[in-house]
C-alpha cells in the first residue's frame, strides 16, 4: 500500500478539508450499510491510503485520517485540539514557574455544538461505535429533524468544525501558540513570518508529521492544502522547507487555496492593495519552491463562475465553496488509492489508478516542465449521452483556478478523473463506455492535448448530511440534470441529493499564464523596481533584494516555459 499523509495549513484550508474528510466518511459508511447503493459497496478504492487504524484509551478500533492541521488559536469552535477520541486532561499547572505573586485565571465560555453535532455525539452515545454515520438505521431516535440540521448550517456555520462527521487522531490538530482568531488579523506573508516561530513551535509540528510519516510502510507523497490568502503562506512555507529537506524523495501536491476575495473590490486603500498584490507573489514564489507541483484554487467569485452552472453559491459563506473545491480534490485524489488491476479493467470498477508521483511526473516532468497547474471541475458531470445541445463533458470542465485565459495549447498536458458517470435515462455508465465518450469528445474537438491520462470511477461522489444547499433545482437524486434551472427557487442539498457523477482535472497548460504574469508583474512593479512602492514593506517582512530578484528570475522562467516563441519577421 501507498499511503498519503495531508496536511491543511490555516482556516480555508481547514474548511476544504472537513468537506473532503466527510466524502471519505460517507464512503466508509456506506460501503458497509445493507440498503446502500450497490456502487458504494464495490467501490475498489485502499482507503488505508488515507486512513490510519489504531487503538482509543477505551482500547476501542479507530480509523482516522493520516493528517497534520495547523490553524488559528480559537478556530476549532466546541471540538477540542485532542480531537473526540481521546479524554482531554486539562492542565492546572501555571505556565509560568517564576512569579511567586498572585495569579488569576480567565477562561472564556467553551462554544457550544450545534444541532448537527449534538445529534452526530448523540447517535455515537446510543450506538457506542465509532465513526458512526449521522441518519444510520442505528435503531435509535433523535429529536433533531434533517431539515432543522441543515438550516442550522446553512445560517450558522462559523468553523470548520461546525460540520465535520469525522474523528481526528490525538496528533491531528494544531493550534498556532500565541494567535487568536478573534484578536490578530492573520492577513499577510510578513504578520505570519512574525507570528510563528519555527525554533519555538517548528519541532512540535515536526514530531506531529514524523508520527503519521513512521507509520506509513511505502509513503507515495504530501497532500499539501494551504490556505495562501493570508499570514499562513509564511507558516506553511517553513513547515514545506523542513519537509523537503527531511523527505527528500517524497512528492509533494501542494493545492493553494483561498476563499472568495470579493472584499478586495472595495478597497479604498492603495498601500492595501500593493500588499495583496506583493503578498500573493510572495506567497506563490515560497511556496512553489518547495513542491513538486502547485495548483493554485480559488475564483474571486465563484458563485459568478461557469463552474457553478449548476450550482448555487453564496461566496460569502466560506461553508459553500469550500464544498467545491474539496469535491474537486476528491476526484482528482481517486486513482492515488485505487487497486491496481490488469488490462481487462473495462469490467471492473475503476481504471486508470496512478500515485502522486505519476501525476507529478504526468504534469511537470516532461514537455515544458512546467509545475504549475489549472483545476477544472464539472459538478455535477452531464450525462454521457446528452441531447444535441448539450455540451459534451469536456466543455462542461470550467476552471477553479483564477486568472486563467481561454485559449487553444496543443502542448496541454493533463490528468482527468471521471467517477460515477451516467449514460442515457440516469444508469451509471461503465468504464468502457466513459472511456469512449471521453476519447470521442476529443477527436470531435477543435483542439486536443498533447497527452491526456484518464482515470474512472463508478463510484460516484456521495453527498453527507452536513452538505451545503447548493444544487440547483434542475439537479435530480443520482445528481442527474432534469433541463433548465428555473428562478426564484430553493437550491437543493442533502436530503434531495444522494449522490453526483463527478469529472476534475489537471492541466499543464499556458491557459495559466495570466496569473503567473500577474504575479511577476506586481513582484517587480511594486517591489523591485527603483522607487517601488512596497519596499519598505517587503523590508519588514524580512526580504532583501537579493531574495527578492531570485523569485523573479523563478517566476520569470515559469512564464518562459509556457509563453509561445515570438514570432519575426525580415521587416523588423
Known amino acids: 500500500m501507498k499511503e498519503i499523509v495531508t496536511v491543511q495549513v490555516g482556516d480555508f484550508a481547514n474548511f476544504v478539508g472537513s468537506h473532503f474528510w466527510n466524502f471519505q466518511d460517507e464512503l466508509l459508511g456506506l460501503a458497509g450499510d445493507p440498503s446502500a447503493d450497490s456502487v458504494f459497496k464495490n467501490q475498489d478504492l485502499n482507503m488505508g491510503v488515507l486512513y490510519r487504524t489504531g487503538e482509543t484509551q477505551q482500547g476501542i478500533p479507530s480509523y482516522t485520517p493520516r493528517l497534520v492541521s495547523i490553524n488559528l488559536r480559537g478556530t476549532l469552535g466546541s471540538m477540542s485540539a485532542l480531537g473526540t477520541l481521546y479524554t482531554e486532561v486539562a492542565s492546572t499547572t501555571p505556565d509560568v514557574v517564576t512569579w511567586t505573586g498572585r495569579v488569576s485565571t480567565q477562561a472564556s ?87 510563528f516561530s519555527w525554533a519555538a513551535q517548528g519541532e512540535d509540528i515536526s514530531d506531529r508529521l514524523r508520527f503519521f510519516v513512521e507509520e506509513c510502510d511505502h509513503i507515495q507523497g504530501f497532500q499539501f492544502v494551504v490556505d495562501d490568502s493570508g499570514g499562513f503562506s509564511a507558516v506553511a512555507a517553513e513547515f514545506l522547507e523542513n519537509i523537503v529537506d527531511e523527505y527528500t524523495n517524497i512528492p509533494v501536491l501542494l493545492y493553494a487555496v483561498q476563499g472568495s476575495s470579493g472584499s478586495r473590490t472595495n478597497l479604498q486603500s492603495r498601500k492595501r492593495t500593493v500588499s495583496e498584490d506583493l503578498h500573493d507573489a510572495i506567497s506563490f514564489s515560497r511556496l512553489s519552491s518547495y513542491c513538486k507541483l502547485i495548483v493554485p484554487v480559488g475564483l474571486p467569485s465563484l458563485s459568478k463562475s461557469k463552474a457553478s452552472r449548476f450550482l448555487h453559491i453564496e461566496d460569502g459563506k466560506h461553508f459553500h465553496s469550500s464544498a467545491v473545491y474539496a469535491a474537486a480534490l476528491h476526484s482528482i485524489s481517486l486513482p492515488f488509492r485505487m487497486f491496481p488491476v490488469g488490462p481487462t479493467a473495462d469490467a471492473c470498477s475503476i481504471s486508470g489508478a496512478v500515485d502522486i508521483h505519476g501525476v507529478v511526473q504526468i504534469l511537470s516532468g516532461q514537455g515544458r516542465q512546467n509545475m504549475v497547474s489549472v483545476l477544472d471541475v464539472a459538478m455535477p458531470a452531464p450525462a454521457l449521452t446528452g441531447g444535441q445541445n448539450e455540451l459534451s463533458l469536456l466543455e462542461n470542465l470550467q476552471p477553479l483556478t483564477p486568472q486563467t485565459a481561454d485559449v487553444e495549447d496543443m502542448l496541454a498536458i493533463e490528468h482527468m478523473t471521471v467517477h460515477g458517470a451516467l449514460s442515457s435515462e440516469g444508469h451509471r455508465a461503465s468504464v468502457g463506455e466513459v472511456k469512449a465518450s471521453v476519447d470521442g469528445a476529443f477527436r470531435c474537438a477543435n483542439t486536443r492535448p498533447m497527452f491526456c491520462h484518464l482515470s474512472v470511477a463508478l463510484c460516484p461522489l ?79 517582512w524580512g526580504f532583501g533584494m537579493e531574495e527578492l530578484v531570485e523569485m523573479e528570475e523563478m517566476l520569470s522562467k515559469m512564464v518562459a516555459a509556457l509563453r509561445p516563441p515570438q514570432l519575426t519577421s525580415d521587416s523588423d
Open 109 to 195: 465560555e467553551p462554544f457550544k455544538r450545534n444541532l448537527f453535532l449534538q445529534r452526530l455525539y448523540e447517535e455515537e452515545d446510543n450506538s457506542n461505535i465509532v465513526n458512526e454515520i449521522p441518519g444510520s438505521n442505528n435503531g435509535s431516535q433523535s429529536e433533531y429533524e434533517d431539515k432543522d440540521i441543515i438550516e442550522c448550517l446553512e445560517n450558522g456555520v462559523q468553523f470548520w468544525t461546525d460540520y465535520s462527521k469525522v474523528h481526528y487522531h490525538p496528533r491531528s490538530l494544531y493550534e498556532l501558540h500565541g494567535v487568536w482568531t478573534d484578536v490578530q488579523e492573520f492577513n499577510n506573508y510578513g504578520i505570519g513570518r512574525d507570528s
Open 462 to 540: 456521495p453527498i453527507p448530511l452536513p452538505f451545503p444547499s447548493i444544487f440547483g433545482n434542475n439537479v435530480g437524486q443520482q445528481g442527474e440534470v432534469t433541463g433548465a434551472r428555473t428562478t426564484n427557487s430553493s437550491p437543493k442539498g442533502s436530503l434531495d441529493i444522494h449522490c453526483v457523477p463527478m469529472a476534475a482535472r489537471l492541466r499543464s497548460s499556458s491557459t495559466v499564464l495570466p496569473l503567473l504574469e500577474s504575479k511577476l508583474r506586481n513582484l517587480h512593479r511594486f517591489g523591485i523596481q527603483r522607487g517601488a512602492a512596497g519596499a519598505e514593506l517587503l523590508r519588514s
